[in-house]
């Protein structure tokens, strides 16, 4: 069972809504090795000692938003190549051209649905 | 009832209290009621005093039943996922909870429960580390 477990890719979610984190989980649980942070400065503590395959960043969080841990993933050449796939409430196409200038590749639209999130982690994996 | 706790003497005073009120001998009433009331104290004496086990009481803890190899196992898989921040850690609380059934941590167990459900992983950690300390365990 745990080589099973290894021999999945990990999904790392940050998330200051627990409850997001949550929803996620039980989308893409079965698929993936979930880990989670609830805060940017956990987030890039998790990043120095895990390798996950994609992380999934919630964009509004209160001690460091999403783009500034993005920004800093990108620059860390430990971290620099893992996949990120901002989650947000926000929709305009500045928002967007942002999250793809810090180094985004896609975007999940809250509120999260399966059929919104689990395609475009596929998407990226595959 | 005298028969089955083999109190033969209140039995016979109790029939010698039951003639003497039937003949209506009451001279004699009042010695043979000091008989019965005596016989039934050396009865009672004899019987142990326990309280009744309460519905309610925690079953006792057990811990020379506890399969410590497989409890150090579980509980150092459980706080590596922790550590990690790994959701995975959710499905290794209830094979913990079979395991530590009956070893007394029936609290820790709890807060560890509602500390990994709540996402609340340091608390689960530091619930974790209690346990240990509980069962004088060591993780490896």
New interface residues.
Partial sequence: MDSA?SARQTVLIVDDT?AN??IL?SIL?AEY??????SGR?ALA?VA??SPDLILLDIMMPDMDGYEICKRLKANPQTQNVPVIFITALSGEADEARGLDVGAIDYISKPISAPSSRPVCATTFN | MAGNLAATDVFAAATAVDTAIRQSEQDHLSALLDDLHASLQTVLSGIPVAPPPSPLAAPPANRTALDLPRVTQALAKLDGLLKNNNLAAKKHLAPLHDLLAFAGVAELLAQLESCVNSLDFKGAQAAVTAITQELSVALP
């Avoid at chain 1, 090795?33 to 609830?38: G, P, S």
């Fill in positions: 477990l627990p984190i949550e989980s649980g090795e979930i880990l989670f942070a609830t956990e998790l000692t895990q």
